[in-house]
């Protein structure tokens, strides 16, 4: 029996108003985003406050799904990072609750938005998408006046083209303007060509009053002395010249039959019966293009199908040699013989392109339809997923507020949507297969997401910069320069008669070592990365290096202090071998790159050993020296 616990109520509490802040923020960040695409179509239009109040409503609740995966993201994120950062998390799981369970409750919170995402994608979505196309639509016919751009010809006025080569926003007047009208037909046009002017709409917003100063209007006479004498023209030079123009001014709802066809504007069970529909009107027209092809190719125009099929197989069988009969002509009969071949396949090869771009056009409504059928189960599923990132990371992170998780939650969803949309644009163009283009970032964050919950559980630290830093450092081969500071209070003495001995017995076998191995040649191929033997001598020298260096640290002296302090960190197994298992030596000898830049970094670090030991070698004699002229431990 699931029983809730008071621990439930408080992580939910701590979700839900975090989630209600995030929502409206991440959709206000959405609709702007949206916004800034038709900025053009709202700014100076004379819009209402009602068809704006409709615009931002459909707006919004078109975006409602696109800002839930991501409000889910971000609030879950902060919502660990918080309990994290004060510690709650931490008294969570000494009381014995795990991670998975304290999880438990928002999962199934994460669910119902889910599932409300969903419902929300395949009933109300699909309506506001119909409705806000029609809002942008309409829009662009709104007021042309105030439409009409500068240094290009502007069609939004019906049967004219105006060109306006500079405009004054603030007086609304035009200046060096170029207008082609056609009344009927192209024949009946009329050139207009003006130094300045201005276009204003009537009151009653059915006409655009056009006034013009200082031009000249040219107009052809065809309609008047009929289409087979000659049209004369006739040129009219004014200094004020006013005309009305059609045109309806008032804010008119497209029709939305338009966008019926539209896939996005449907539901899930009208995109099933859509997509049959559409297949088999696809697998008719093709089927009626074969036979055709097949009746022209064979000429069995006139046969039913049975005899179609006899007269292509018996065809087949026949053979022609065409270069034999092609020869015997004369090179009059050549010539006409290609060109008559060369118009056939002028003639065929038009008819193929038309019935491509016909059975393209259906094959790409039925991309359209199948995309917004997986992207109803993907964008809702995605909301699971991105808590299943959020949370573990916020465990992990362990910082609240809105600066560390909203980095972290604005770079995954910047993952998530070049993906998606890269896969939604392949797939709608048909390069890629459309399940592989639609679940392509769901293929790529599900292995993320599994990830940093399996490290959250087990209280990994992903996010260890240090370790990384180390990491990095290692495999560049920087280091850090050693730090031996003096002490104010020193409990131990050193014991320089033992430290000069170790120093000593250091410089005799850093010596040996040097001149064993050789340090100055390449390594051995074959035995760095097949036939590897421990070498454990270059450890022990280090260890007593470093054991001698942390006694004499308690010293008072400065001269030993500052010796001490050029004491470098070495490394004692990079030079020896790129890993510590053998198959993965072997392994990247295989892998020839690879093999070869591990080999010339192993090489690198076995003539820095034998700088390192130099150093040493100097170092441990002028310690020694100074530890003499102590009087051997005397200070």
Known sequence: MLRIKKLDI???KQFGMLFLGTFFICLFVLMMQFLWRYVDELVGKGLTIEVLAQFFWWMGLMMVPQALPLAILLSSLITFGNLGESSELTAIKSAG?????????????????????????????????????????????????????????????????IYVQKKDVKTGKFYGIMIYRMSNSYEDSEIILADSGMLQTTAEKQHLLLTLWNGEWFSNQAQEVGRDAAAPFRRETFLEKKTLIDFNGDFDMTDAALFSGDARGKGLAKLYRDLDSLQHNNDSIGRVFYNEVQMSYYNTSGLS?????????????????????????????????????????????????????????ANRMIRQHKIEMYKKFVLSLSCLIFFFI?????????????????????????????????????????????????LLATMVLVPLAVFVTYKANKDSAVFNFDAYRNLLMNLLGMRQKRNVMAKEVIINEPDYCRDAELLSEVTERAQAYAEAHRLKTAPNVKRVFFEYQADNEMEEINRLLETT????????????????????????????RPFNRQWLNAVAAILVPVGLVLYVRMWRFRLRLLKDLRVVVHNNNQIIAQIEKLGGGKE
């Not at 995402?117 to 998408?129: E, H």
């Not at 065409?322 to 090869?349: E, H, Y």
Request: proline share 3%; aromatic share 8%.
């Open 10 to 12: 408080f992580i939910c």
């Open 549 to 576: 260096i942390d006694d004499l640290g308690n010293t008072r002296d400065k001269a030993i202090l500052n010796l001490l302090n050029e004491y470098p960190i070495m490394s004692v197994k990079a030079h020896t």
């Open 97 to 161: 609750i795990s991670l998975t369970r304290t999880f438990s409750s928002l999962v199934v919170v994460s669910c119902l938005i889910s599932a409300t995402s969903f419902v929300f994608q395949n009933n109300i979505g699909p309506y506001s998408t119909i409705k806000l196309s029609q809002l942008l639509v309409s829009m662009k016919q709104k007021n042309p006046e105030l439409e009409i751009p500068e240094g290009v010809f502007y069609d939004g006025i019906p049967n004219s083209n």
């Open 305 to 361: 199908r049975t005899d179609t099929l006899a007269a292509i197989k018996e065809a087949g069988k026949k053979t022609f040699n065409v270069d034999s009969a092609f020869a015997r002509l004369n090179n009059d009969g050549k010539r006409s013989v290609l060109g008559i071949a060369r118009s056939q396949v002028q003639a065929v090869d038009a008819d193929l392109e038309f019935k491509a771009m016909v059975t393209e056009d």
């Open 390 to 438: 959020g949370a573990p990371l916020g465990t992990i992170i362990r910082k609240g507020g809105l600066g560390i998780p909203v980095i972290v939650s604005v770079l995954v969803f910047i993952v998530y949507y070049i993906l998606d949309n890269s896969g939604y644009q392949m797939a709608r163009r048909g390069i890629w297969a459309i399940w592989f283009g639609e």
